[in-house]
């Protein structure tokens, strides 16, 4: 798959969504598949795992691409990837990762690269999740994110700061927080 095609996928997955259910496993044939998408006003992020040519023993990397919405159409303004975890589609329990949340991988793109002089720059961030088991939604700031069954999730942002993220359990309860602007400490314990 080339960049033009995976340009014209994250476009799709913007105007439909995700697939229901989410996939949990690459279908025969197919390179990538859609983890998540996360939209904040006119900025969005699409994740996917991707896995070259499909080719099994080939290590699978987690691909971020932010959008930014200008006249109603959304506009590529690239991408970053990383490795992906061990069983990337394997959901994990609290006790297996350390804490409830884990962010394992982040980007940035400046949205005004057009602009005439270097200061003054405005940028998208994103930050990629993996969320344990225990988890049912994750809170950013006053949105609420469903968790998918493979435990990924990706929040976009544009602010200067980086927003503080809280993992509830089904019952609204908070089981963790993670502060995106600071690296990540090990979990607290909760009594």
């Known amino acids: 798959m080339n960049d033009h095609e995976v340009y014209e996928e994250c476009l799709r997955l913007l105007r439909d969504g995700l697939p229901d259910p989410a996939p949990d496993a690459l279908a025969e044939g197919r390179e990538f598949v859609p983890l998540c998408i996360d939209k904040e006003g006119d900025v969005a992020v699409v994740t996917f795992l991707h896995q070259w040519d499909g080719a099994p023993g080939t290590a699978p990397f987690i691909e971020g691409w932010t959008f930014h919405r200008r006249d109603g159409e959304w506009m590529g303004l690239g991408g970053a990837g990383g490795a992906a975890p061990d069983e990337p589609l394997t959901r994990r329990s609290s006790g297996e990762m350390g804490r409830y949340l884990q962010k394992y991988g982040s980007g940035r793109t400046v949205r005004n690269a057009n602009r005439l002089l270097p200061w003054g720059a405005k940028w998208v961030n994103e930050a990629r999740l ?62």
């Open 130 to 191: 993996r969320v344990s088991a225990e988890v049912a939604r994750i809170r950013v700031g006053k949105r609420l994110l469903d968790v998918p069954v493979h435990g990924h999730v990706v929040v976009v942002w544009s602010a200067r700061r980086g927003p503080v993220v809280e993992a509830l359990a089904p019952d609204g309860a908070v089981l963790d927080e993670l502060d995106l602007d600071r690296p990540p400490v090990a979990a607290r314990p909760r009594g």
